[in-house]
Protein backbone atom coordinates (compact mmCIF):
# COMPACT_ATOMS: atom_id res chain seq x y z
CA UNK A 1 0.00 0.00 0.00
CA UNK A 2 1.43 3.32 -0.93
CA UNK A 3 1.92 5.33 2.17
CA UNK A 4 3.36 7.90 4.17
CA UNK A 5 4.42 6.80 7.49
CA UNK A 6 5.47 9.46 10.43
CA UNK A 7 6.91 8.07 13.83
CA UNK A 8 6.00 8.82 16.56
CA UNK A 9 1.92 9.57 16.26
CA UNK A 10 2.28 10.90 19.87
CA UNK A 11 5.11 12.61 21.73
CA UNK A 12 5.45 14.44 25.19
CA UNK A 13 9.02 15.73 25.60
CA UNK A 14 10.74 18.29 27.63
CA UNK A 15 12.09 21.60 26.80
CA UNK A 16 15.70 21.14 25.36
CA UNK A 17 15.94 17.59 24.74
CA UNK A 18 16.78 16.68 21.48
CA UNK A 19 14.01 14.19 19.39
CA UNK A 20 13.61 12.80 16.15
CA UNK A 21 10.41 12.57 14.05
CA UNK A 22 10.86 9.91 11.56
CA UNK A 23 9.20 10.09 8.34
CA UNK A 24 8.94 7.35 5.32
CA UNK A 25 7.48 7.27 1.94
CA UNK A 26 7.50 3.77 -0.42
CA UNK A 27 6.24 5.24 -3.38
CA UNK A 28 9.88 6.44 -4.60
CA UNK A 29 8.84 10.59 -4.56
CA UNK A 30 11.46 12.73 -5.09
CA UNK A 31 9.61 15.79 -3.36
CA UNK A 32 9.25 15.74 0.36
CA UNK A 33 7.89 18.21 3.14
CA UNK A 34 7.27 18.79 6.63
CA UNK A 35 4.67 20.74 7.99
CA UNK A 36 3.36 21.98 11.08
CA UNK A 37 -0.47 22.69 11.72
CA UNK A 38 -1.31 25.29 15.14
CA UNK A 39 -5.01 26.32 15.31
CA UNK A 40 -6.22 28.83 14.10
CA UNK A 41 -3.24 29.14 11.42
CA UNK A 42 -3.47 26.18 9.18
CA UNK A 43 -0.80 24.40 7.98
CA UNK A 44 3.08 26.13 7.69
CA UNK A 45 5.64 24.57 5.65
CA UNK A 46 9.15 23.98 7.66
CA UNK A 47 10.98 22.48 5.27
CA UNK A 48 11.62 20.41 2.22
CA UNK A 49 13.23 18.57 0.05
CA UNK A 50 13.62 18.31 -4.14
CA UNK A 51 15.68 15.47 -3.83
CA UNK A 52 18.18 13.00 -2.09
CA UNK A 53 20.72 15.82 -0.87
CA UNK A 54 18.90 18.62 -1.33
CA UNK A 55 16.70 20.55 0.97
CA UNK A 56 15.77 24.02 1.45
CA UNK A 57 14.03 26.25 3.62
CA UNK A 58 9.75 26.96 4.30
CA UNK A 59 7.98 29.18 5.94
CA UNK A 60 8.88 28.32 9.62
CA UNK A 61 12.32 26.79 9.38
CA UNK A 62 13.59 28.18 13.15
CA UNK A 63 14.68 25.19 15.37
CA UNK A 64 14.38 22.78 13.07
CA UNK A 65 17.12 20.38 11.26
CA UNK A 66 16.26 18.03 8.16
CA UNK A 67 18.08 15.17 5.74
CA UNK A 68 17.57 13.74 3.28
CA UNK A 69 19.98 10.93 2.60
CA UNK A 70 17.82 8.78 1.23
CA UNK A 71 14.76 8.99 -0.92
CA UNK A 72 12.51 7.50 1.28
CA UNK A 73 13.56 9.10 4.63
CA UNK A 74 13.27 12.57 5.70
CA UNK A 75 13.30 12.82 9.15
CA UNK A 76 12.40 16.32 11.13
CA UNK A 77 15.03 17.25 14.12
CA UNK A 78 14.89 19.33 17.01
CA UNK A 79 18.01 20.03 18.27
CA UNK A 80 16.63 21.89 21.45
CA UNK A 81 12.65 21.95 21.15
CA UNK A 82 11.00 24.01 23.23
CA UNK A 83 7.49 24.41 24.32
CA UNK A 84 5.97 26.94 21.32
CA UNK A 85 7.46 23.91 18.65
CA UNK A 86 4.02 22.24 20.56
CA UNK A 87 2.37 21.21 17.38
CA UNK A 88 1.09 18.99 15.32
CA UNK A 89 3.51 17.96 12.68
CA UNK A 90 3.10 16.75 9.10
CA UNK A 91 5.29 14.64 6.20
CA UNK A 92 4.14 14.65 2.72
CA UNK A 93 5.64 13.44 -0.47
CA UNK A 94 4.90 13.66 -3.70
CA UNK A 95 6.37 12.30 -7.43
CA UNK A 96 8.16 15.39 -8.23
CA UNK A 97 8.67 18.85 -7.24
CA UNK A 98 7.98 20.21 -11.03
CA UNK A 99 4.20 20.30 -12.28
CA UNK A 100 1.09 19.61 -11.03
CA UNK A 101 1.63 16.85 -8.85
CA UNK A 102 -0.97 15.43 -5.95
CA UNK A 103 0.37 15.18 -2.48
CA UNK A 104 0.70 12.50 -0.10
CA UNK A 105 0.57 12.79 3.64
CA UNK A 106 1.39 10.82 6.71
CA UNK A 107 -1.20 10.45 9.71
CA UNK A 108 0.38 13.33 11.58
CA UNK A 109 3.00 13.69 14.86
CA UNK A 110 1.24 15.00 18.10
CA UNK A 111 4.19 16.50 19.98
CA UNK A 112 4.03 17.85 23.11
CA UNK A 113 7.16 19.91 24.62
CA UNK A 114 6.73 20.84 28.59
CA UNK B 1 3.53 31.97 -5.08
CA UNK B 2 -0.74 32.95 -5.78
CA UNK B 3 -2.07 33.94 -2.26
CA UNK B 4 -5.77 32.37 -2.24
CA UNK B 5 -9.03 33.43 0.06
CA UNK B 6 -11.84 31.16 0.74
CA UNK B 7 -14.59 31.69 2.87
CA UNK B 8 -13.69 31.02 6.31
CA UNK B 9 -16.60 28.43 7.26
CA UNK B 10 -19.91 27.00 5.81
CA UNK B 11 -22.51 25.20 6.85
CA UNK B 12 -24.98 22.76 4.69
CA UNK B 13 -27.75 20.02 5.16
CA UNK B 14 -26.79 16.32 3.52
CA UNK B 15 -28.36 15.99 0.22
CA UNK B 16 -27.67 19.37 -0.68
CA UNK B 17 -24.75 20.35 -3.15
CA UNK B 18 -22.12 22.31 -1.56
CA UNK B 19 -19.98 25.15 -3.68
CA UNK B 20 -16.68 26.72 -1.74
CA UNK B 21 -15.16 29.22 -4.22
CA UNK B 22 -11.52 30.14 -4.07
CA UNK B 23 -10.52 33.50 -5.45
CA UNK B 24 -6.95 33.70 -6.27
CA UNK B 25 -6.30 36.97 -8.17
CA UNK B 26 -2.09 36.60 -8.74
CA UNK B 27 -1.84 32.45 -10.35
CA UNK B 28 0.54 32.71 -12.66
CA UNK B 29 0.60 31.10 -16.24
CA UNK B 30 1.60 28.02 -15.10
CA UNK B 31 -0.09 27.58 -11.62
CA UNK B 32 -2.66 24.54 -11.30
CA UNK B 33 -5.21 24.92 -9.11
CA UNK B 34 -5.81 21.64 -6.14
CA UNK B 35 -7.85 21.34 -3.12
CA UNK B 36 -7.42 19.22 -0.24
CA UNK B 37 -9.80 17.94 2.05
CA UNK B 38 -8.78 17.39 5.96
CA UNK B 39 -10.33 15.62 8.97
CA UNK B 40 -9.50 16.56 12.41
CA UNK B 41 -6.24 15.13 13.48
CA UNK B 42 -5.43 13.46 10.27
CA UNK B 43 -3.19 14.81 7.44
CA UNK B 44 -4.85 16.37 4.52
CA UNK B 45 -5.47 14.63 1.54
CA UNK B 46 -6.02 15.69 -1.90
CA UNK B 47 -9.39 15.71 -3.64
CA UNK B 48 -9.06 17.38 -7.15
CA UNK B 49 -6.57 19.24 -9.65
CA UNK B 50 -7.18 21.34 -12.52
CA UNK B 51 -5.67 24.09 -14.59
CA UNK B 52 -8.75 25.70 -16.85
CA UNK B 53 -12.43 25.01 -17.29
CA UNK B 54 -14.26 21.98 -15.81
CA UNK B 55 -12.51 18.95 -14.24
CA UNK B 56 -14.99 15.87 -12.42
CA UNK B 57 -13.36 13.35 -10.46
CA UNK B 58 -15.40 10.33 -8.33
CA UNK B 59 -15.61 12.55 -5.69
CA UNK B 60 -16.20 16.18 -6.89
CA UNK B 61 -16.52 18.57 -9.53
CA UNK B 62 -13.62 21.81 -10.11
CA UNK B 63 -14.98 24.98 -12.15
CA UNK B 64 -12.20 27.80 -13.35
CA UNK B 65 -13.48 29.88 -15.33
CA UNK B 66 -11.36 31.61 -18.31
CA UNK B 67 -9.47 34.02 -16.51
CA UNK B 68 -8.35 31.65 -13.79
CA UNK B 69 -8.82 34.14 -10.47
CA UNK B 70 -11.01 31.66 -8.95
CA UNK B 71 -12.37 28.36 -8.86
CA UNK B 72 -15.20 26.41 -7.32
CA UNK B 73 -15.03 23.21 -5.93
CA UNK B 74 -18.75 21.37 -6.25
CA UNK B 75 -19.47 18.81 -3.76
CA UNK B 76 -22.45 16.96 -4.78
CA UNK B 77 -25.13 15.44 -2.70
CA UNK B 78 -22.52 15.83 1.10
CA UNK B 79 -23.34 13.56 3.35
CA UNK B 80 -21.94 14.37 7.22
CA UNK B 81 -18.88 12.33 6.78
CA UNK B 82 -17.69 15.57 4.79
CA UNK B 83 -17.57 18.03 7.50
CA UNK B 84 -14.09 19.09 7.46
CA UNK B 85 -11.76 21.68 6.20
CA UNK B 86 -11.44 22.16 2.30
CA UNK B 87 -8.50 23.34 1.75
CA UNK B 88 -7.14 25.61 -2.14
CA UNK B 89 -3.88 25.31 -2.88
CA UNK B 90 -2.14 27.19 -6.14
CA UNK B 91 0.70 26.64 -7.47
CA UNK B 92 3.36 24.34 -10.29
CA UNK B 93 4.13 22.06 -7.98
CA UNK B 94 6.37 21.38 -4.59
CA UNK B 95 9.21 23.33 -3.51
CA UNK B 96 7.23 25.97 -1.12
CA UNK B 97 4.08 25.17 -0.77
CA UNK B 98 0.95 27.95 1.39
CA UNK B 99 -2.12 26.23 2.41
CA UNK B 100 -3.92 28.85 3.86
CA UNK B 101 -6.60 28.83 7.03
CA UNK B 102 -8.88 26.66 4.30
CA UNK B 103 -12.80 26.31 4.42
CA UNK B 104 -14.39 24.84 7.41
CA UNK B 105 -17.71 22.76 6.04
CA UNK B 106 -20.68 21.84 8.53
CA UNK B 107 -22.67 19.44 7.25
CA UNK B 108 -25.92 18.76 9.38
CA UNK B 109 -28.46 16.12 9.41
Known amino acids: EAQVTQNPRYLITVTGKKLTVTCSQN?????MSWYRQDPGLGLRQIYY???????DKGDVPEGYKVSRKEKRNFPLILESPSPNQTSLYFC?????????????FGQGTRLTVV | LAKTTQPISMDSYEGQEVNITCSHNNIATNDYITWYQQFPSQGPRFIIQ???TKVTNEVASLFIPADRKSSTLSLPRVSLSDTAVYYC??????????FGAGTRLFVKA
Open chain 1, 92 to 104: ASSLSGQGPTEAF
Open chain 1, 27 to 31: MNHEY
Open chain 2, 89 to 98: LVGAGGFKTI
Open chain 1, 49 to 55: SMNVEVT
Open chain 2, 50 to 52: GYK
